[in-house]
Nanobody
Framework: QVRLSESGGGSVQAGGSLNLSCSASESAYSSYCMGWFRQVPGKEREGVASIDIGGSTTYAESVKGRFTVSKDSAKKALYLQMTSLKPDDTATYYC??????????????????????WGSGTPVTISS
């Protein structure tokens, strides 16, 4: 069963940093592609970052250079380090996985936003 659980969200001022964590089940972590998306009420999901089974990462233009996605095989965990945060980064952040999605060119933030398995999310609020 694919299970995911996020933590680490909170409220910080613009320019600050937050580190999000995602605990994944064995089925989730064995996916060829995992990542993070975010969503603001009333708006569509926005894929933020993806990481494939080989460790290759891809980022949305809006977060490139500020966010870093990584994973830990021993802990079956996914992470999102967020720096230089802006008010526009305010959203609920979700980690996602999909055993049916491939790696490499198939693993991208826009694909992460359409994945079928995600956790309950962790809210992030950035104040100006």
């Amino acid at each position: 069963q694919v299970r995911l659980s996020e933590s680490g969200g909170g409220s910080v001022q613009a320019g600050g940093s937050l580190n999000l964590s995602c605990s994944a089940s064995e089925s989730a972590y064995s996916s060829y592609c995992m990542g993070w998306f975010r969503q603001v009420p009333g708006k569509e999901r926005e894929g933020v970052a993806s990481i494939d089974i080989g460790g290759s990462t891809t980022y949305a233009e809006s977060v490139k250079g500020r966010f870093t996605v990584s994973k830990d095989s021993a802990k079956k965990a996914l992470y999102l380090q967020m720096t230089s945060l802006k008010p526009d980064d305010t959203a609920t952040y979700y980690c996602a996985a999909d055993p049916l999605i491939g790696s490499g060119m198939y693993c991208r933030p826009d694909v992460v936003a359409r994945m079928h398995h995600w956790g309950s999310g962790t809210p992030v609020t950035i104040s100006s």
